[in-house]
């Protein structure tokens, strides 16, 4: 009798773990292939466009003025309107989808807002996204919890948050001290209020494209490039890298360390390092900036070209000073801030 | 004298177990724990290189079509983009196929290996013979990659020190049977944790063949892929990390695939597998130990990565011993205790620890009730180690003989038999 209690036991010590495995099987309530998007493309407008396909998918079926459900979930609700003026410390607590111009005070409150023509908000706002098919503008202070996105120039005053992102199909002008995680404009100027800091002409967009993703042609041992010279080669070094002032690299630099590139130097492929980069005033990096730590864009700083939009991307934090200037996309998964240099 | 031998040769399998224990174990806690190390997929580039794409084929009349379109499908600039198909051998309706592609679109190029040698390694290079991009992608046919993923696969040489960049591998007829559920657990924790914590550290996430790409210099560098070889990416990823290039991996550039859908393919797959990294372990197995320029991390995470496909024979050759010395009537060590010990370490850590990091990678993947087949593993694993061994045996007789491994394609679900 004992004999079989044992081989029973040790029958229920095999089994049992099985059958919940058993049921999954019978039942079969996660048997599909992982999902993937397969229309799936990198874009850093996604947030932007994919709103207004869907508040423009429930406004065709609206008219002015009536409001409707949008997210049943969340119970919130969506109003088209032809217009709006919000006056200081108003509310709106509707997402908003407006035919023409939104204007708003300051300390305003809002929740999604999409409007197709200009839009302008005061200092100090709160708002959960914002979507514009014209030029859009933002007052110092603001506080957005998930992004704004504007088919034409897009303006942040200083001191504020800019959420999870913020995109314009075309200039992105960002005030000082202002906190980030992704920006991307053509270009992304920081501080400035209008024109973008001129380009020196060099090398062909065959050339630079050549580079950027050429791979060790002739690498090139020295870690430093010295002051005034140029090199033709990638620079490979397990340490840190050093671009002296106003040399040229027409290469990439791939390094274990940091990367600094000298007052007006330029560099014609990619930058990527296992530390920092620190790109000093006035120059210029033609390709892609990748660090694993932290990227610095002194004043007078560029990145890509009008032409060529790169990418700045700075694993634990991104430093932009006033004056700086990227062409494409900035991205950190860390702390991104805009400061003002030191004179 | 015997007794000695074998408690000596069991303590060796133990220490060897516990190494890819505790490797399984800190590659798991850097997947859940540690800052995650980004591919360049994030990249913003309206300035991309030149593509080739290579897709070999034998006998693909059932998946030819769907490969093809899906790469077409892709967001890649049209005019950067040439795409290489490479009629192997084929006796079914793929050449068919191909010549209807390439009348419609002139990127696509179809390539028929015309000498008598067939295989994979000997079909890319026939492809990279005609291929015009210094960036060249490899999938196999059974494959269909998403509209970015060649985008986000090509981004990954803006590292001036990358060789070959890998995407992850993710099956589509997971739903058909208890195998392919099983297989797709195995391939979510290969990639989704141990290529991805590989990459995080620095050491050698490997370029598997199907997803993803090299620079050609590096091929032309290497002489092309050996003819001979059942496991060129491997072949390729110790050629890359010992000339001081880089693999990148890209765990967001998903591509699904087919896996086998019986026992028998399986086996054969395992089988093939095996015998190709076994030979391309003893012939690097020094080399990787001794280059210069790479850490003792590197060198130990190349070591253990060639070794991996000579564990099971060895677990197998652990079990022996410890049989052997039960019914000789000496407990191994120290009596009983270290006995259960041994069965312990086998069972939970040995056998076990990649399952680890699988529970973990469906975790990560949402797939919480897929996790309730994770005990069936463990009926896995003496299936995969039988088939593991006899690879194991069929390599030691090829170098012991000469002997060159014939190639023998994995069935597709939808054809016959397709044995070469």
């Keep these: 009798m004992s004999e079989w209690l044992i081989y029973l036991v040790f029958a229920v010590f095999i089994v049992l773990p099985m059958l919940p495995g058993l049921l999954e099987m019978l039942s079969r309530k996660d048997d599909g292939a992982l999902p993937i998007d397969e229309n799936y493309t990198r874009d850093p407008r996604y947030l932007g466009k994919s709103l207004r396909e869907k508040v423009r998918a429930l406004a065709d079926k609206a008219a002015v003025g009536v409001r409707m459900q949008f997210l049943a979930r969340r119970r919130e609700y969506a109003r088209v309107v032809s217009g709006l003026e919000l006056p200081d410390n108003g509310r709106y607590e509707d997402v908003l989808l407006s035919r023409g111009a939104v204007v708003a005070g300051k300390g305003v409150t809002l929740l999604d807002v999409y409007a197709e023509g200009k839009v302008a908000i005061g200092a100090n706002a709160r708002l959960r996204t914002l979507a514009a098919d014209d030029d859009a503008s933002i007052g110092g202070g603001v506080s957005l919890q998930r992004w704004a996105d504007a088919e034409r120039d897009l303006t942040v005053g200083p001191d504020g948050d800019l959420g999870q992102s913020a995109s314009s199909a075309q200039r992105l002008t960002v005030g000082s001290n202002v906190t980030f995680k992704r920006l991307f404009g053509r270009p992304v100027v920081v501080g400035a209020s209008s024109g973008a800091p001129a380009l020196p002409p060099v090398g062909a967009p065959e050339r630079v494209a050549m580079i950027a993703y050429g791979g060790r042609d002739h690498v090139v041992s020295a870690h430093d490039v010295p002051e005034g010279e140029t090199l033709d080669g990638d620079v490979i070094a397990s340490g840190t890298v050093r671009v002296g002032a106003k040399a040229t690299l027409k290469g990439s630099v791939k390094s274990g360390g940091d990367i600094t590139i000298g007052p007006g130097a330029r560099v014609l492929g990619n930058l990527v390092a296992r530390g920092s980069v620190l790109i000093d005033r006035g120059a210029v990096v033609f390709g892609h900036v990748f660090a694993d730590e932290r990227v610095t864009l002194e004043p007078g700083a560029v990145v890509g070209t009008v032409d060529l939009p790169k990418t700045a991307y700075g694993g634990r934090s991104m430093r932009l000073a006033v004056g700086s200037c990227i062409y494409g996309w900035v991205i950190t998964e860390g702390d991104g801030e805009t400061f003002v240099a030191d004179a | ?420």
């Excluded at chain 2, 060895?314 to 052997?324: M, P, R, T, V």
């Design chain 2, 1 to 420: 004298m015997v007794v000695t031998i074998l408690q000596i040769w069991l303590a060796f399998v133990i220490a060897v177990m516990v190494v890819y224990t505790i490797r399984h174990w800190i590659f798991t806690f850097s997947r859940v724990y540690s800052r995650q190390r980004v591919s360049f997929a994030d990249a913003y580039d309206e300035d991309l290189p030149m593509l080739s794409v290579l897709v070999p084929m034998h006998n693909e009349q059932a998946v030819a079509a769907q490969c093809l379109d899906a790469i077409l499908a892709s967001d890649y600039p049209a005019e950067k983009l040439e795409i290489l198909p490479i009629d192997d051998h084929s006796e079914d309706e793929t050449a068919v196929i191909l010549a209807r592609y390439a009348a419609r679109n002139p990127r696509v190029k179809p390539v028929r290996v015309d000498q008598k040698e067939r295989g994979k390694s000997n079909a890319l290079n026939v492809g990279l013979a005609h291929a015009q991009a210094q960036i060249v992608l490899v999938f196999d046919a059974d494959y269909t990659p998403g509209r970015g993923v060649l985008r986000a696969l090509a981004k990954g040489f803006i590292d001036p020190e990358v060789g070959a960049v890998m995407g992850r591998v993710v099956p589509r007829n997971t739903s058909r049977n208890m195998l392919t559920r099983l297989l797709s657990m195995e391939r979510a924790g290969g990639y989704q944790v141990d290529q991805q914590a590989r990459y995080n550290f620095d050491l050698l996430p490997q370029y598997g063949g199907t997803v993803g790409g090299f620079r050609r210099r590096l091929l032309d560098e290497i002489g092309g892929f050996d003819p001979r070889s059942l496991a060129e990416d491997t072949e390729l990823t110790v050629s890359i990390f010992r000339r001081g290039w880089k693999v990148v991996y890209d765990n967001r550039a998903e591509c699904y695939e087919e896996v086998p859908e019986t026992w028998p393919a399986r086996f054969g797959q395992l089988r093939r597998w095996s015998r190709g990294h076994n030979a391309v372990a003893s012939s690097n197995l020094l080399g990787v130990l001794t280059t210069k320029g790479l850490s003792f991390a590197q060198r130990l995470d190349g070591a253990l990565l060639l070794l991996c496909y000579a564990v099971p024979p060895l677990l197998l050759s652990g079990w022996l011993a410890a049989l052997l010395l039960f019914l000789m009537g000496h407990m191994p060590f120290a009596g009983g205790i270290a006995l259960a010990f041994a069965v312990v370490l086998y069972n939970a850590f040995g056998n076990f620890a990649p399952v680890y990091q699988i529970a973990t990678a469906e975790v990560l993947d949402g797939s919480t009730k897929r996790l309730y087949l994770l005990p069936f593993l463990f009926y896995m694993f003496p299936f995969n180690s039988w088939a593991i061994t006899t690879g194991w045996v069929d390599s030691i007789g090829d170098f012991v003989k000469s002997r060159r491994p014939g190639w023998e394609k994995t069935k597709r679900s939808d054809m016959g038999a397709t044995k070469a």
